[in-house]
């Protein structure tokens, strides 16, 4: 009897201490670990303490010479970050002014962006004459960053030209200072 009593508690013992051991730690464990990454357009023109230039013409100092533009402008850098979607493939950046003055182009040029930035940076496109339409001035931009400030992301050089109807009279006028504004934004492209 006392043989059965003794296995008996050596074979209570015994589950007490598997049980026991089933409900410690394994070798491993896990865990899930979510990560959160926003959708990001954002677009800038550098160096924001002074973004706005002036251009002109000269009076020629000979009678029967036309004026002529005085020259160009390249000291603003355009900077951008994007985290695309899923949904778009790349996303373009787009230039526009508000007016068009009369028989007087500007001219804009983006250079390749240069700098402290990566990802999937956007191509700039062939000069453009601004207008009153959204123009695409860097296309093909993926997730990605141009650095921030000057000397970061594509150097726009602007200059001016005699535009169509330059010499009509009735829209070449001596008025005093044209103020234009130029809007860059995302335009967002599917598929």
Known sequence: MKRIKFTLALSLVVVAISANLSAQDTNTDNHTVTISVPEVALV???????????????????????????????TLWLNYSSI??????????????NAIIPGIDIRVTAAAATGAGGGTLG?????????????????????????????????????????????????????????????????HHFG
């Open 44 to 74: 800038d023109i550098e160096p924001a303490a002074n973004k706005n230039i002036t251009l002109g013409f000269t009076a020629p100092t000979e009678a029967g010479l036309p004026v002529t533009p005085t020259g160009t402008d390249n």
């Open 84 to 97: 695309k979607s899923v949904a778009d493939a790349t996303r373009n950046v787009s230039v526009k002014v």
């Open 123 to 187: 191509t700039p496109s062939a000069q453009l004459t601004l207008s009153a339409a959204d123009q695409t001035i860097i296309s093909g931009i993926g997730s990605a960053y141009t650095g921030d400030g000057a000397n970061n992301g594509h150097n726009l050089t602007y200059a001016l030209a005699p535009g169509s109807g330059y010499w009509n009279s009735s829209q070449l006028c001596r008025s005093g200072s044209h103020c234009n504004s130029c809007r860059y934004s995302y335009l």
